[in-house]
């Protein structure tokens, strides 16, 4: 019997070690790894650069609090103003710290309550950001939830207008909806959301936890959509594996989040630190963004070529979800023991997140397994 709560419904895989695109098991089998640990190693498993960068950091100091000043975190943070123009940034731990901390500076900065966020998004599990997440099933069993969120429909301007009343302090997005199914949003949609939020004086609050650091070709997906959010959150990808999260706001906002109004013990650790600044350095250079974006097209055309007849294939970048009719629930495990490690969104999507670093030729082979696999799928559906 195992001693961890059965949070999870855990795969038959025991991981012994991992590098690049490549998972080993215990069984030593190997894997090719398209979910890159739900969207975090995004620059592959143990990327000598970051390895280099957390190991120099070890040998100076490894904590002393957020008392001290620690130059490290002020690189990290200018890394992220420079190529974000948001100028202030919070250092936590994970996307749903980020997320509440970006709950609570909406709420100080503005003085109303009112968070409108979205159905089927997903914002993490604490009680700020699950009451933000508007799926039912994560809800279930917690509740109350907190007061003050409303869900409004996806890509539909007509029902976020209808949330928005005088205590409305902020709407807040995915602009891929990730753990939803990935679903990107509408240029029209966000462009009138902006508007809203300026005619309004609501804050815009951009959850790119899961696309932001390069996952769907840009530095930051907002940067795609060509708006201004007032805040925005960062997690999975900026460590490359190690713990931790990151809240950008504008100058204005700072003043509402002055000493004692909140704080953390481990946010920005310098071994993190570390980890994110090796991680920006790669990430934010142009070619190597460009490169996301060939491949991301090439994965998306070749999946859309092959499969496209029976299932619809959506996403950005290297963030791609292939939608089948059919529940995809024994599709996941039957890609592994394929030698093809992916993810679900949903009962009906297989979620490919596979590192920003993967060759053509790992593409390739995830193509050629995944079309085995979903097409013996759905000819066993035409038969039945
Ligand atoms: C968009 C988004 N926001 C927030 C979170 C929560 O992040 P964490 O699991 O690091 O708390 C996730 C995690 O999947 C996410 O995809």
Redesign the pocket.
Known sequence: MSGLFPTYNRFNLSVQSAEGTAVQGEDGKTYLDFGSG??VCNLGHRHPQVMAAVEEQLQQYWHVSNLYHQPIQQEVAQWLTDHSKLERVFFC???????EAAIKLARKATGKSKIISFHQ??????FG?MAA?GQEKIHAGFGPMLESFEYAIYNDLKSVVSCVDHHTAAIMI?LV???GGVIPAEQAFITAIEKLCQENDLLLII?????GIGRTGTKFAFQQYDVSPDII?L??GLGNGF?V?AMLAKEQLAEAFGPGSHGTTFGGNPLAMAAAKAVLQHVFQADFLEEVNVKGKYLKACLEEKLGQHYQVRGQGLMIGIVSDADISSMVPELMTKGLLVLSAGPHVIRLLPPLTVSTDEIDIAIQLLTEVLLQQTALTVQK
């Open positions: 739900i969207g731990n994970s996307g749903a710290e980020a997320n998004s997903f914002h993490g599990r604490t950001s997440t995915e909806q990730g753990e959850d790119e936890v899961q696309t959150t997690a999975k713990p999260g």
